[in-house]
């Protein structure tokens, strides 16, 4: 399996707790690594929005096994996990992208996904957090 960052050198800083960011990250990249085969990729986008003004979004995409259309509208309620035998095989309550959602919507950004719905299309996860800005007094 291939990992892989794409992000420039510098960045602005974000708004967040490090050790919660770090968790919706790590979520992240683990499912992508757990729904993806032995020979499939996983990138991880990182970039700032508007010239690195407001928002900073990362993206985890890979060629997993993708998100059918029925399981889309709810991929982010607890408790869920989509029929798919791959999941169905990989040990989980359900719990993480719901914790994840509201770690990012408390940190005042927003989370989504995207996928073809196509088996074996992979899927992109996407979450933005506001950029710090210093008062200056």
């Not at 291939?2 to 990249?29: H, I």
């Not at 499939?40 to 700032?48: E, K, L, Q």
């Not at 096994?65 to 869920?80: H, K, L, M």
């Amino acid at each position: 399996m291939a990992l892989s960052l794409d992000a420039p050198r510098k960045l602005p800083l974000v708004y967040g707790d490090l050790e919660r960011v770090r968790q919706v990250l790590s979520t992240l990249v683990f499912n992508s690594y757990h729904y993806t085969p032995e020979n499939g990729t996983i990138t991880v986008h990182i970039r700032p929005l508007n010239g690195g003004v407001n928002q900073v979004q990362v993206d985890v995409e890979d060629n997993g096994v993708g998100i059918a259309r029925e399981d889309q509208d709810r991929i982010f309620e607890r408790f869920y996990r989509g029929e798919h035998p791959l999941v169905l095989a990989t040990p989980g309550t359900g719990l993480g992208l719901s914790i994840v959602k509201q770690i990012v919507e408390m940190h005042k950004g927003r989370i989504w996904m995207k996928s073809s719905g196509i088996p074996g299309d992979g899927s992109t996860f996407s979450f933005t957090l506001p950029v710090y800005e210093k008062n200056e007094a």
